[in-house]
């Protein structure tokens, strides 16, 4: 179907299967996708960018739930802050719950999805830490319907890119069944971008704690050797506990791995008060993912 939206775009298609979307961007390459549109038509409407034609996401049903496979949740790219923000979706992947329910305000939540949370790659982009700490995968749909699967550190860290007329078609997650948390510091009270974010997630089958760190960085940052010595410090068959100035620990080992000291003179006092602030949400999200 296409209609005409002559303010934004000569044409907009509006395909109903990721199918018909990857069809529809190889036969107009300048097609650029939209979703929810909070990000893409901030862009347009701040003059960044001048799409001839749009291809709409928001009828593929397929992408705005998720189904199970093998341990993980294939959750569809469609999928809305708000859909994830609900008990059901929270049960599943508490961290990636926590995220989408701090993503900005109701309208955003509403409209705002996982795929264009991740294809924005926004530093501040509450979902990013959860997927990384997650350890999940991207399931890419290619111009011609084949798949190929992207980590989406990769993505993220620039290792790998979306090539032209692909689109991310599911996010595939594990499904951990142990807790997880999601933190944010804001500069300001209600709704606001991240200054610092973390998300921490438990794997007690294969003994890990996964912890990823967001807004400091083009990239969320994994504090791996912080990340290996505390899981070494719990016992996982006797309940799981730690001493607090184990847990100040873990979050001063992280903070310091994520915002390191400079090799000469000494770390400003901005960087010090957002390694006091990543520190806190480190040592908090730890300590409530064991209590
Ligand atoms: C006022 C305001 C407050 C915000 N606050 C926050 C916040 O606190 N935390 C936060 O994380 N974000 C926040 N955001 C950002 C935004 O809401 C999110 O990044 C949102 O998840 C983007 O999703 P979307 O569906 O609207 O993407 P769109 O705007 O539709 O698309 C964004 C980009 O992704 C591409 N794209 C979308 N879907 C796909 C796909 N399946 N495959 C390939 N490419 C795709 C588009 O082509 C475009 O380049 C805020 C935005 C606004 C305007």
Known sequence: MTTRAPQVASAVMLPSSLEEAA??????????????????????????????????????????????????????????????????????????????????PPQIRNAGTLGGNIITGDRTGDA????????????????????????????LGGVDMLRTGELIGFVRAPLLHAPQVFMKATGRTGPGRAIASVALVLDPARRGVRCAVGAVGPAP?????????????????????LAPEALQAFGEYVAASCIPDPEEGTLPAAAQHLRRTVAALARRALGRALS
């Not at 799409?51 to 009828?59: D, W």
């Not at 791996?224 to 006797?238: C, F, K, P, R, T």
């Open 23 to 104: 069809a529809a961007l190889a036969t107009t390459p300048a097609a650029v996708p939209v979703a929810g549109g909070t990000d893409l038509m901030a862009s347009v409407n701040a003059g960044l960018l001048r799409p001839t034609a749009l291809v709409g996401l928001g009828r593929i049903s397929e992408i705005r739930g998720w189904h199970y496979q093998d341990g993980h949740a294939l959750l569809g790219a469609g999928l809305t802050h708000a859909r994830m923000g609900r008990p059901d979706f929270a049960a599943l992947i508490p961290a990636l719950a926590g995220a989408a329910r701090a993503a900005g």
């Open 221 to 241: 940052m994994r504090p791996l050797e912080a990340e290996q010595w505390v899981a070494s410090l719990i016992e996982w068959d006797a309940g799981r506990r």
């Open 128 to 155: 990013l830490p959860a997927l990384a700490a997650l350890e999940a995968d991207l399931i890419i749909v290619g111009p011609d319907g084949a798949l190929r699967e992207l980590p989406v550190s990769h993505l």
